[in-house]
């Protein structure tokens, strides 16, 4: 039988004794579980999201730079890649009706390789919805659109490939967790939303990896963790600040153990040498260099993180203050 939200049943209990037979009726209101949102197909996605998806045009000292960007709230905030627009002396928005609008820049972030820009277009916002990027799973289904090669509204499909990836920000640093997909990303598409199978953005589609130049499968994208924490920081002061330790990790090992640790960071401070293998940030379990970039990424500068390491066979324990990240890696 089936029972809909509230619905009342009447639960008959019989109570044997040796002479006789009691029946006692109870009222029991049962809450049903609300039903699951189907996945949207790709159509779906696209009629459901492709309004808050913009191309971006920047004039450069050398000429014009093209990228993508989506609509981040009714202010008129919107977020792209910083590479995108990067040393631009104008920033023009289109929307996908085919009007334009100029804009400013409000902030960015090349640690995370992110910008936010402002119009003033209040009748062409539509707004597209951060999703949660770590409750993604290898195999997911993932949709990205925007003006690759200049051809706006563009949409591709694919999963998700792999995830806790790591990219190189323009400044130098790793970009943690990031998304690899192998929906076609090409030039153009670089600031272009990440969309899940309820159209909300996971990601920020930033980099691939291609000999040829052009879309070999391996796509990356900044995650909608780090988007909503960065952008929520350029929203409220211009910049965003990182958490800092101040070390260099091995990429070759198959651990999380310390090539390096620089002089005068909170690493070093706490005394942390180079060999030395990380096991543990708050008590979770740390395995591999990509476990550490994600903990400190998640943090904020002054935290206060309980770091467990292994010297000589010996398991140490020490509390250490995280900085803010320098402008460059030392």
Do not use: C, W
Not at 140 to 163: C, K, M, N, W
Not at 308 to 316: E, K, V
């Amino acid at each position: 039988m089936a029972v809909g939200a509230g619905a009342v049943l009447a639960v008959y209990v019989a109570l044997g004794t040796n002479d006789s037979t009691k029946t006692i009726v109870r009222q029991v209101t049962v809450t049903a579980e609300p039903a699951a949102q189907a996945p949207l197909d790709v159509a779906q996605i696209y009629n459901h999201t492709h309004s808050g998806v913009v191309e971006i045009t920047v004039t450069l000292p050398g000429g014009q730079a093209q990228g993508s960007g989506f609509v981040y709230d009714s202010s008129g905030h919107i977020v792209t890649n910083d590479h995108v627009v990067d040393g631009a002396s104008s920033i023009e928005v289109a929307f996908p009706d085919g009007s334009k609008s100029s804009a400013s820049l409000v902030g960015a972030d090349p640690s995370t390789d992110l910008a936010v820009i402002k119009v003033d277009a209040s009748s062409k916002l539509h707004p597209l919805t951060l999703g949660d990027s770590g409750r993604l799973s290898v195999g997911d289904p993932v949709v990205a659109i925007g003006s690759p090669f200049g051809l706006e509204e563009t949409v591709t499909s694919g999963i998700v490939s792999a995830l806790h990836r790591q990219m190189t920000s323009p400044n130098g640093f790793a970009i943690a967790d990031s998304i690899q997909t192998d929906a076609a990303i090409n030039h153009g598409n670089s600031g272009g939303p990440l969309l899940d199978s309820s159209a909300h953005v996971i990601g920020v589609n930033t980099q691939i990896k291609s000999d040829s130049g052009g879309n070999e499968g391996v796509g990356f994208a900044v995650p909608s963790a780090t988007i909503k924490d960065v952008v929520s920081q350029i929203l409220a002061t211009g910049q965003a600040e990182h958490a800092y330790l101040g070390v260099q990790l091995d990429s070759t090992a198959s651990n999380a153990r310390l090539a390096s640790v620089q002089p005068g960071t909170p690493a070093a401070r706490a005394g942390l040498q180079s060999g030395d293998v990380i096991t543990a940030i708050d008590g979770k379990t740390i395995t591999s260099t990509n476990g550490v970039q994600s903990a400190i990424s998640s943090k904020h500068p002054g935290d206060k993180i309980s770091l467990t390491y292994t010297r000589d066979g010996q398991s140490n324990t020490v509390e250490v203050t995280l900085a803010t990240r320098p402008d460059q890696p030392s």
